[in-house]
T-cell receptor, first 118, second 114 residues
Framework: GAVVSQHPSWVICKSGTSVKIECRSLDFQATTMFWYRQFPKQSLMLMATSNEGSKATYEQGVEKDKFLINHASLTLSTLTVTSAHPEDSSFYIC??????????????FGPGTRLTVT | AQTVTQSQPEMSVQEAETVTLSCTYDTSESNYYLFWYKQPPSRQMILVIRQEAYKQQNATENRFSVNFQKAAKSFSLKISDSQLGDTAMYFCAFRGQGAQKLVFGQGTRLTINP
């Protein structure tokens, strides 16, 4: 199947700093990518939909100014956690459906990024 | 809005046994897609099986099969001859016909004991 990568896989940052997480589709183009947050032993919570060439769409309750999303190309989306605080520590996962996918398609997930804010 | 409910937070069975994970969902759409994802300790999401609502035949992938009951809005996953490598979190997910977003259930933590 298609591959989605994330970088870094694990990042530790100090409170108040910003950290950027990259999501890349390696062998397909994705006009849309999704960013999820997952706390331990919990389900995936959709944070936002990243759209190539336009603004991201955020889910209710997600701070747009804190979680900046940029979909720079058809293969790259970035999530920047600004002014990080310990409560932002979590596991962040991206996913992408193939571009121009029809009705029945598989969505591909990245391996996730563990963020620890100290 | 669509919702997905997994009522079994944890399950545990012996190796080689058969186990069934439950999932119910709520939607007003007539066609949609249902998925079961596995998340092992590595936390990589892996697609186990998928079902299109218009297809009456239950999907099967090797040891994994589903029991799709459209009228009851139920989508259970059966794992036959369970193996130690099946130990993982399992998430049921829904996607509407015209949508790209997945709606996930709460997950079921499955442990296969030797």
């Amino acid at each position: 199947g298609a591959v989605v990568s994330q970088h870094p896989s694990w990042v530790i940052c100090k409170s108040g700093t910003s950290v950027k997480i990259e999501c890349r589709s390696l062998d397909f183009q994705a006009t849309t990518m999704f960013w999820y947050r997952q706390f331990p032993k919990q389900s995936l919570m959709l944070m936002a939909t990243s759209n190539e060439g336009s603004k991201a769409t955020y889910e209710q309750g997600v701070e747009k100014d804190k979680f900046l999303i940029n979909h720079a190309s058809l293969t790259l989306s970035t999530l920047t956690v600004t002014s990080a605080h310990p409560e932002d520590s979590s596991f962040y996962i991206c996913s992408a459906p193939p571009r121009l996918a029809g009705g029945d398609y598989e969505q591909y997930f990245g391996p996730g990024t563990r963020l620890t804010v100290t | 809005a669509q919702t997905v409910t997994q009522s079994q937070p944890e399950m545990s069975v012996q190796e080689a046994e058969t186990v069934t994970l439950s999932c119910t969902y709520d939607t007003s759409e007539s066609n949609y897609y249902l998925f079961w994802y596995k998340q092992p300790p590595s936390r990589q999401m892996i697609l186990v099986i998928r079902q299109e609502a218009y297809k009456q035949q239950n999907a099967t992938e090797n040891r994994f099969s589903v029991n799709f009951q459209k009228a009851a809005k139920s989508f259970s996953l059966k794992i036959s001859d369970s193996q130690l490598g099946d130990t993982a979190m399992y998430f049921c997910a829904f996607r509407g016909q015209g949508a790209q977003k997945l709606v996930f259930g709460q997950g079921t933590r499955l442990t296969i004991n030797p």
